[in-house]
């Protein structure tokens, strides 16, 4: 059995989609929410912290992330999480975006091993639950990831995530397993592979590069691709009519609770933003895709999804 980690994305994994990506296609060991970022004098946004109440995530095992590097504040935010009933925290260590890595959040914090080495000294006997950690290769060089294991190593983490990229690549280029495989004799923590995993034949590949079936894993984008991935890694074969008629379930079933939650000028977007990946379902992607993206309006789109499922 292979355990599949559904990985943070924001904008695209929240709550809604969580819930019923669970409810209509399930195999998810852990789902991974979007990080809540926390900064002195500034509070985290009112969004993300009800995206994560347990009332919107019922019946998911659902792992909150922090991106941040304030000591006080993020023992904070571990023990509200715990408060809701959460079990573990992950800290992010892998944006790659400027406005985070420039204030050394995120992949930011890569550049300055002795700092997370600090941190964790620190975060973790004052925390009551287990820390995991999600990260990068390194900043500018994917050697970055031996000196970070080394550090990692001083500490007892849950996991390590690895998304087998440079901070600078941020979604470019491919991902390097042959770096993360360097390093898996070497850490004390469990590694998890993560990056460019989107079907049988990709985890065939890594496997292949590792020596071995990885038992864990996590998936971002394969899975807003295609949302049966996870249990088909696990050799479970669907008919193409049961598959149609579970992607047009999961997505009336989105549309429907977008509908309750969002004011109406938000929704088109939101719904444009979901096909930017739900439409590698059907063939020809560009082209359904940007049938989705000329809908001017909810009319419109709704004649165009009628058009697509056929
Ligand atoms: C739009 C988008 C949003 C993301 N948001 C987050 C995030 O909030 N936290 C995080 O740790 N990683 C985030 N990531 C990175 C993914 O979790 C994942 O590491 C990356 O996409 C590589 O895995 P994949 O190839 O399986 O998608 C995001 C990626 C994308 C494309």
């Known amino acids: 059995m292979i355990k599949v980690l559904f990985a943070p994305l924001q904008g695209y994994t929240d709550a809604i989609y969580r819930r019923l990506h669970n409810k209509h296609f399930g195999g998810i060991n852990k789902y991974y929410a979007p990080y809540l970022r926390f900064e002195p004098n500034k509070d985290p946004k009112n969004s993300v912290i009800n995206d994560l109440l347990p009332d919107n995530n019922k019946k998911i095992d659902l792992i909150p992330q922090l ?5 006080g504040l993020f023992i ?3 023990k509200k999480l715990q408060e809701q009933g959460y079990t573990s925290v992950n800290w992010n260590l892998a944006c790659p975006y400027p406005m985070v890595y420039k204030r050394g959040f995120g992949s930011g914090l890569l550049k300055s091993p002795e700092i997370i080495n600090e941190l964790l000294s620190e975060i973790i006997p004052n925390i009551e639950i287990p820390l995991s950690i999600k990260c990068r290769l390194g900043f500018d060089s994917k050697n970055e990831i031996n000196e970070l294991i080394n ?3 001083n500490h007892e983490l849950q996991e390590i995530i690895i998304h087998a990229r440079t ?10 397993p042959k770096y993360f495989n360097s390093v898996l004799s070497k850490s004390k923590n469990k590694l998890i592979y993560n990056g460019d995993i989107n079907n049988i034949a990709d985890y065939d590949k890594l496997s292949e ?8 894993i996590m998936i971002g984008r394969g899975l807003l691709q295609n949302p049966f991935l996870a249990n088909e890694l696990n050799g479970i074969q669907y008919e193409a009519e049961h598959k149609l008629k579970t992607l047009r379930e999961f997505h009336d079933d989105i549309l429907y609770h977008y509908n309750e939650k969002l004011e109406k ?3 088109l977007k939101k719904m444009q933003t979901f096909w930017e990946y739900f439409s590698y379902n ?3 992607q560009p082209k359904v895709y940007k049938k ?3 809908a001017v309006n909810m009319q419109k789109y709704e004649e165009k999804v009628l058009e697509i499922f056929g």
Do not use: C, R, V, W
């Open 67 to 71: 991106l941040g590097k304030d000591l």
């Open 76 to 78: 904070k935010h571990t």
């Open 151 to 153: 550090i990692f190593n």
């Open 167 to 176: 901070a600078k690549q941020m979604y470019k280029g491919s991902a390097s």
């Open 209 to 216: 590069i590792l020596g071995h079936k990885p038992n864990k």
């Open 265 to 267: 000028s938000h929704i």
């Open 282 to 284: 059907f063939e020809n």
């Open 292 to 294: 989705i993206k000329k």
